[in-house]
């Protein structure tokens, strides 16, 4: 029977915290990132004039903050699909701005290798926890 102490560490040795799921990390991560690559598109398409000045704003403002809260809901049910839709209107940006298809391409590889590494990661600690009951604190 282990006993915790009172720095929180238990008698068979220090208790690890528990960590957020790498999954949510990850796409939050990839997400923010898209958000600012969003915003330095948009000034490229206002600086080439590529649409009027009020479309532009509109629709890079528009996507950039959706990126960024989809980044707080990805971890809700629906999230990951969520974040999905944002891929596909990133992608779509290069409809404006043509180099938006590439980069807007590597963002999808780099979102797909977030949940799957991710929810790898998330797999094996969850491994480990079972494993090692009491390993983990609160």
Known sequence: MSSTAGNGS??????VRRKRPAKAMFTQTI???????VFFATLVAYGLRL?????????GGALSVLLILLSG?????????AGWVGQV???AGGFLV???????GIFV???????????RIDRE??????AHPGAVGP
Do not use: H, K
Not at 51 to 59: E, N, R
Not at 73 to 81: A, D, F, K, L
Not at 109 to 119: D, K, R, Y
């Open 10 to 15: 238990t008698a068979d040795g220090p208790a």
């Open 31 to 37: 997400l923010v990132l898209e958000a600012f690559l």
């Open 51 to 59: 649409a009027p000045t009020a479309t532009i704003w509109l629709v």
């Open 73 to 81: 809901r990805v971890s809700r049910p629906g999230g990951y699909t």
């Open 89 to 91: 209107l990133v992608l």
């Open 98 to 104: 043509p180099m938006m298809f590439a980069i807007g």
């Open 109 to 119: 590889v780099l979102w797909w290798v977030a949940l799957s590494l991710g929810g």
């Open 125 to 130: 600690r969850a491994e480990y926890d079972a």
